[in-house]
């Protein structure tokens, strides 16, 4: 425990100093952030895309890898050209509050739906209800009270008239009219029920998002704590040590190509300021990258409707969203990161640009999205299609919106404009697109692969990637946001609406059809739109409930006078919805908290982890062959990555016959491992022994990947060096087979 207290706090010290406060001056230079937990979200993604930026182009200037030297001087580099900015031009504009208005509590029938909806949901949840007539009624209940929610609860344009009349669904809200004028303060809390305004003082509102933080923390460190402890799950956290130690060695790591450099650039900068090795960095540090996400969806949710829809935001990233708990499951850090994080404050700078358009909104919006590039390969066509959409749909719309339109399109046009040649300069370095068109380019031979590759999961597989409360108040969300788009007020808050709907839209889309080749992760990563709606979902229901409060405090029921004495029958469909939402997300919470600190079957053994012992301290150079899988979530690559190689690589056969993705060198590896794996005694075995540099052939012996009878046949040739309960090493010798010419 002493060991792990000491590796975490260097962890999160280094953490801190490269990838998060780097970017806090330039935070502050692009736009003036409401309160700091705003402002490190900010931080957070600037320095995530300009520590590595700088890493690669210092260690590509000094011809070597992640140097001390190198990681120092990125991070002094980025944080100081920003204190220098900030200095000499001054902060950037203050926020206008908030980009959206907040809406009203909706009327007694949308409500009603809503929570015959949820309650559907938490039976099925529950093991209660089945059949396929569930989900669309759902879905449909859900639909049609966001509709109306939308269209009776925000502001009209212009002002509704407030002479009584009933809200359109034939529902006013007798227990309690909301104002429907559009007023709202600075942080989105003006109080419809009365007119008044109750602000939680900044204290407070840090402490409940602090609080936030800590349960999410306590959610994410706990599996590893009790059970991982000092390894981590997660088979693609192999992958990321290769590449960081590949990085921290050379600088790239070509033959090596899973991932963009940029999660892993910053792992070694990381690992310098630390002094830990990859495998011993991400157990300690791999947990906290949830608490990244909940900081971006707080960042996003409060732009949109204020700070009290952020904490929602928060709170459901951290503790109700699966998405990023089965990332850092599996090891898809840099997934995470860019979908979760990276994308999410992609989307908050569009509408930075949206509501205050100047150069420096456009300098966010093209360092965070060229970030994605950085990161992953699969985020990246999130944001193209993403980019896409708003361009087809926002910029007519606001061209078509008059003189401000036009003023707020020339400035998203350039701003994206910026971003895609960020972007295309990234990918240039990161994908080598001037060789991507020539005939034989291995990486478009892995994009032709991956098209209609993978199968478009059922519909309902959804709930469990994202969870139910999520989804489903998402759907609420997004419906009421949809149907509240006629009556925006201003250019600038429907073209926000319209980005945050065509973002939801096209990331469910994408996991409906296997022609973008990544349908299921499309499935997982929707989930990170859906939290932002599903804020402004509960965000409805919460309203709805703070009216009944005032409603039955004292003094309502005295001034009410006989009134008082029988519950006004809106009041049940807005407590029957609450409810349901309190109901659900504590079974989701329950689930989330049960999965997470389940012992995982993909955490190293002591076996595997000594002979990655005995591997790093006898390597020498050159390569090794492994069996393709040691067992279920410990592939090749915990083999590769604990003896400090990076080649060869070894796929099943399946996956060989139908490859997805295919490593920088191409099959002919694949190809050459699976030759000495087996069948040892040919000449072409040991031409690819003499061929590769094969220094080590490690079998896991329990399993069927590998000739053990061949091996043993051939002691000559395959001498034992090292073997456990699990794990043979062979060292072949170099030199031509016996009757080999």
Not at 226 to 253: I, K, N
Not at 677 to 701: E, Q
């Amino acid at each position: 425990m002493t060991v792990l207290v000491g590796h975490l706090a260097r962890a999160l010290l280094g953490a801190l100093a490269a990838g998060v406060l780097p970017g806090w001056s330039w935070a502050g230079f692009a736009r003036r952030c409401d309160g700091v937990a705003e402002r490190l979200a900010y931080s957070l993604a600037l320095s995530m895309a300009l520590v590595p930026s700088a890493a690669l182009l210092l260690a590509g200037a000094a011809g070597s890898g992640v140097s001390l030297a190198v990681a120092l001087a990125a991070v002094a580099l980025v944080a100081g050209s920003g204190a220098l900015a900030l200095r000499l031009r001054g902060p950037g504009r203050a926020p206008e509050a908030p980009a959206l208005p907040v809406p009203g509590a909706p009327g007694r029938t949308a409500l009603a739906l809503a929570a015959l909806a949820l309650g559907l949901s938490l039976a099925r949840t529950l093991g209660g209800l089945v059949g396929a007539w569930v989900l669309p009624a759902i879905a449909a209940a859900l639909v049609a009270g966001g509709l109306l929610a939308g269209r009776a609860t925000w502001p009209a344009r212009p002002p509704a008239r407030r002479d009584g009349a009933a809200d359109r669904d034939g529902a006013a809200d007798r227990y309690g009219a909301a104002d429907r004028d559009g007023a709202a303060d600075r942080d989105g809390a003006a109080d419809r029920g009365n007119g008044t305004t109750r602000p939680w003082p900044p204290g407070l509102r840090a402490a409940a998002l602090l609080l936030v933080l800590a349960l999410t923390a306590a959610l994410s460190y706990s599996g590893v704590i009790w059970h991982d402890w000092p390894y981590l799950r997660g088979e693609d956290q192999f992958s990321h040590a290769v590449m960081t130690e590949q990085m921290l060695s050379h600088g790239s790591y070509r033959s090596y190509l899973v991932y963009p450099p940029g999660f892993a650039t910053l792992s070694a900068v990381i690992c310098r300021l630390t002094g830990l090795q990859p495998l011993a960095l991400f157990p300690v540090l791999a947990p906290a990258l949830p608490l990244s996400a909940a900081l971006a969806s707080y960042a996003l949710a409060s732009r949109l409707w204020g700070w009290r829809h952020g904490l929602a935001a928060s709170a459901l990233a951290g503790l109700v969203l699966v998405g990023p708990y089965q990332a850092f499951a599996g090891g898809l850090y840099p997934d995470l990161l860019s979908a979760f994080v990276l994308m999410v404050m992609t989307v908050a700078a569009v509408i930075t640009v949206l509501q205050a358009p100047s150069a420096r909104s456009g300098f966010l919006l093209a360092v965070t999205g060229a970030a994605v590039v950085l990161y992953h390969t699969v985020a990246t066509l999130y944001l193209v299609l993403l980019l896409a959409a708003v361009c087809l749909i926002c910029l007519p719309y606001l061209l078509v919106r008059g003189r401000p339109g036009r003023v707020l399109a020339r400035a998203l046009a350039l701003s994206l404009a910026a971003l895609g040649a960020a972007g295309v300069g990234c990918a240039w370095y990161v994908y080598d697109l001037g060789a991507f068109f020539q005939p034989g380019s291995t990486a478009r031979s892995t994009v032709l692969l991956d098209v209609d590759s993978q199968p478009v999961l059922r519909a309902g597989v959804l709930l469990h990637w994202v969870g139910s409360p999520v989804a489903w108040l998402g759907v609420l969300g997004l419906a009421a946001l949809v149907a509240a788009l006629p009556r925006m007020a201003s250019p600038a808050q429907a073209a926000a609406v319209l980005t945050v709907v065509l973002w939801c839209a096209v990331m469910y889309l994408g996991s409906r059809t296997a022609l973008d080749g990544f349908p299921q992760r499309f499935e997982r990563d929707v989930g990170a739109p859906l939290t932002v709606l599903a804020a402004l979902g509960a965000g409805l229901v919460a309203r709805s409930l703070a009216l009944v409060a005032r409603s039955l405090a004292p003094a309502a029921r005295r001034a009410a006078g006989a009134r008082a004495r029988a519950l006004p029958a809106g009041m049940l469909p807005a407590i029957a919805a609450g409810a349901a939402v309190a109901a659900a997300l504590a079974v989701q919470v329950r689930a989330n908290a049960l999965q997470d600190t389940r012992r995982s079957r993909e955490v190293l053994t002591p076996a595997e982890a000594a002979a990655g012992r005995w591997l790093r301290a006898r390597n020498t150079g050159g390569t090794i062959i492994s069996t393709p899988d040691l067992r279920r979530g410990v592939t090749n690559r915990a083999v590769l990555a604990m003896g400090g190689y990076a080649g060869l690589q070894s796929y099943p056969l399946p996956r060989v016959l139908h490859p997805r993705s295919l490593p920088g060198t191409g099959l002919r590896q694949v190809l050459g491992s699976r030759v000495v794996l087996l069948d040892p005694a040919s000449c072409a075995a040991a031409a690819v022994i003499a061929r590769d540099d094969v220094r080590y052939v490690v079998v896991y012996w329990p399993g069927t990947e590998a000739n053990l009878a061949g091996f043993t046949a051939e002691p000559q040739r395959y001498p034992v060096v090292y073997v456990n309960s699990q794990i043979i090493i062979y060292a072949p010798v170099r030199g031509p087979a016996p009757g080999c010419g």
